[in-house]
């Protein structure tokens, strides 16, 4: 099959249900499961005769057979955790496995073709590691994810194919077990990821758990614990009373309970206080790592089936100050964006004016050592940073007649090195000389693809080191390798060596040389602010800088 024939196809893999979308004449369009829905959960199941179930079928299994079901196996992509089904133990990755070739059995009935390349949604911070298993699942159910597009991007360029003005969202992305929160501008086609933050292990699931730990303390006896199949059931009666969306809940209990339990909305406030409150801070962090504030944000878009929970959309709403945005089914909508993301992979005509920018969700660094303590994280490459990217740091020697230096690369966002993931590492010589005598530049270039360049010059001797560490979860082809280097060579030069920033600098220069008293003052906070613009390395914040002091000269009437 060439790859103008290749299908655009976009999956969903959910931590509650899971959807697969398929580009077509110039649309996403969802594919119904064999039971013609679009949702599949994200349950798996084994029957007494040891047959393997998935979706809905495994599903209504939650509650008559739960010691032979599991769901939200998704939450532990990534770990060492086990799941028990018959006679068999399986891996989240294994289980994730399974939801995906159902996926790919009923979208190829569908279709009536088979399939193979597609674009897998993830939470925005999935680590790389859980990206690597969602690759391999992939792997194991015989398809072959050719990009992983983070969910709240995904539901951002679905939404973009609807807006044709320039505006400036806010996705609130709360799945069945993970939360993200990013902050997104789309304008002249570019749809451009200001900043992300999130939480793998908040979701919808929590709302439920909570709802049902309070039921069950009513409803116990003194008899002791209740059976795991009791437990199903209150689990299953408080996600459907979950589902009414009322401002009060009546959770209707099955046998052996057979009774209601009513809980007012001060009452739910109360039970969901602590998981709510786990809410605001990646929403904050989020506007913070964007430079913006609430009044910033045109539209505040839900996404995920857990938004449609009254008290999210109400804390969401009271945070940002606006009414939230439910134009496309917040079940659905990431399954549509990754088959819109498939689609401008293939370059389809219908999207091939669409440009979309993402950031680095963590940030990369080295281990250094800091007024005398080792062990200390310096982040060269910052959370949230437009990728691709290339930033580039000095570093010093640190006793005399040193003769290496390790280059230990982390990603995190803690100060400690040890408390963050460590990359790989390397070791760069240098001459023997005093302490803080010899310096290395350690430049970091890094890309959308997952490609990692680290450069290390010594200062003094000019000789350079460069160790390429390919972050793709399942590697790069080597032309892929060498497309990707060419595009980041190009970006290995520092802000303040760019052709616009040299003439602003310069002409700041003359007009500090040429005024005097008071404006000579003004002409020196704005070298000042220029500078500390150019030392971030961040194109945005220059940019930024360099509108703001044009306008200032203008004012002043500076030439």
């Not at 032979?68 to 294994?94: C, I, Q, S």
């Not at 360029?157 to 997104?184: I, K, M, N, P, W």
């Not at 209601?260 to 998981?275: A, F, G, P, R, Y």
């Amino acid at each position: 099959m060439t790859k103008k024939d290749t299908l655009a196809i976009g999956i969903d893999l959910g931590t509650t249900n899971s959807a697969i979308a398929v580009w077509r004449q110039g649309e996403a369009e969802l594919i119904p499961n064999v039971l013609g829905k679009y949702l599949t959960p994200s349950v798996v199941s084994i029957d007494d005769n040891g047959q393997v179930l998935v979706g809905d079928a495994a599903h209504s299994r939650l509650i008559t057979r739960p010691a032979e079901t599991v769901a939200a196996f998704k939450r532990y992509m990534g770990t060492n955790k086990t799941f028990e089904l018959g006679e068999n133990r399986y891996t989240p990755t294994e289980l994730c496995a399974l939801i995906l070739g159902s996926l790919k059995a009923d979208a190829e009935a569908y279709l009536g073709e088979p399939i193979s390349e597609v674009v897998i949604s993830v939470p925005a911070y999935f680590s790389d590691q859980q990206r690597k298993q969602v690759h391999l699942a992939a792997e194991l159910a015989d398809l072959i994810a050719v990009r992983l597009i983070n969910e709240p991007t995904a539901a951002c360029l679905a939404y973009s194919l609807h807006e044709s003005h320039e505006r400036r969202f806010l996705v609130f992305d709360l799945g069945g077990g993970t939360f993200d929160v990013t902050v997104v501008e789309h304008q002249d086609g570019f749809v451009d990821v200001r900043a992300s933050a999130g939480d793998n292990r908040l979701g919808g699931e929590d709302f439920t758990q909570k709802l049902a730990d309070h039921v069950i303390d009513n409803v116990k006896t003194d008899d002791g614990e209740l059976a795991l199949a009791d437990i199903a059931k209150i689990f299953s009666a408080c996600e459907q009373a979950k589902k009414s969306n009322d401002a009060d809940f009546v959770i209707s209990l099955p046998e052996p309970f057979a009774k209601t339990v009513s809980l007012t909305q001060h009452q739910l406030d109360e039970i969901w206080k602590d998981t709510l409150l786990r809410l605001s801070q990646p929403l904050r962090q989020a506007l913070s790592d964007a430079r913006i504030s609430p009044s910033d944000i045109d539209e505040l878009i839900f996404v995920g089936g857990a938004t449609r929970l009254r008290h999210v959309q109400q804390l969401a709403t009271r945070l940002i100050g606006r009414f939230g945005k439910i134009t496309l089914d917040p079940d659905l909508v990431v399954a549509m964006g990754a088959a819109t993301q498939a689609a401008c992979r293939l370059r389809d005509e219908a999207v091939e004016e669409i440009v979309l920018t993402d950031v680095s969700p963590f940030s990369l660094g080295i281990a250094s050592s800091r007024n005398g303590q080792s062990g200390v994280f310096s982040p060269i490459i910052e959370r949230n940073t437009v990728i691709p990217t290339s930033r580039v740091e000095r570093f010093y020697t640190t006793s005399d007649k040193q003769d290496s230096v390790r280059i230990a690369v982390y990603q995190g966002e803690r100060f400690w090195v040890r408390e963050n993931i460590f990359i790989n590492e390397f070791e760069v010589e240098v001459p023997e000389n005093h302490a803080g005598e010899e310096a290395i530049d350690v430049r970091f270039s890094y890309d959308i693809n997952g490609l990692l360049e680290v450069d290390v010059t010594v200062v003094s001797n000019k000789q350079t080191t460069q160790k390429v560490i390919d972050r793709t979860p399942i590697g790069m082809s080597d032309d892929d390798k060498a497309a990707s280097r060419q595009r980041l060579a190009k970006l290995k030069v520092h802000p303040r060596e760019k052709l616009p920033n040299i003439a602003l600098s310069e002409k700041l220069n003359r007009l500090y040389e040429e005024k005097l008293a008071e404006e000579r003052h003004l002409v020196e906070q704005l070298i000042l602010h220029f500078t500390h613009a150019l030392d971030s390395q961040d194109e945005r914040v220059i940019n930024e800088a360099r509108n703001d002091v044009d306008a200032q000269l203008k004012i002043l009437g500076f030439q």
